[in-house]
């Protein structure tokens, strides 16, 4: 049974620093692509950022570059957003899904497993 538990959420004024936490378990963490989504208040859920297996390879959407940092640690089973400069379009859940297949794509429908997701909150 593959588990994805996100931590690190809260409300934080514009300009500053979250950094968001994920523990997996019960699958082959190490060998797959991770990814994290989010989702505002009448909206769909959006791509953010994904980190392929070995860590090499990440992607971000536009509006993130530059300011958010994905990263694992395949030893401890995580997977980490560093999200600085936070401005309040970023305010939403933020989840972290698995994508076994490792097709590296901003579509949620590529990801097989999600996380209950954390709230994140920027106040301006």
């Known amino acids: 049974q593959v588990q994805l538990v996100e931590s690190g959420g809260g409300l934080v004024q514009a300009g500053g620093s979250l950094r968001l936490s994920c523990a997996a378990s019960?699958?082959?963490?190490?060998?797959?692509?991770m990814g994290w989504f989010r989702q505002a208040p009448g909206k769909e859920r959006e791509f953010v950022s994904a980190?392929?297996?070995?860590?090499?390879?990440?992607y971000y959407r536009d509006s993130v570059k530059g300011r958010f940092t994905i990263s694992r640690d395949n030893a401890k089973n995580m997977v980490y957003l560093q999200m600085d400069s936070l401005k309040s379009e970023d305010t939403g859940v933020y989840y972290c899904?698995?994508?076994?297949?490792?097709?590296?794509?901003?579509?949620?429908?590529?990801?097989?497993?999600w996380g209950l997701g954390t709230q994140v909150t920027v106040s301006s």
């Open positions: 899904a698995a994508d076994p297949e490792r097709s590296s794509s901003s579509r949620p429908v590529e990801y097989d497993y």
């Open positions: 019960g699958g082959a963490f190490s060998s797959w692509t």
């Open positions: 980190i392929i297996w070995s860590g090499v390879l990440t």
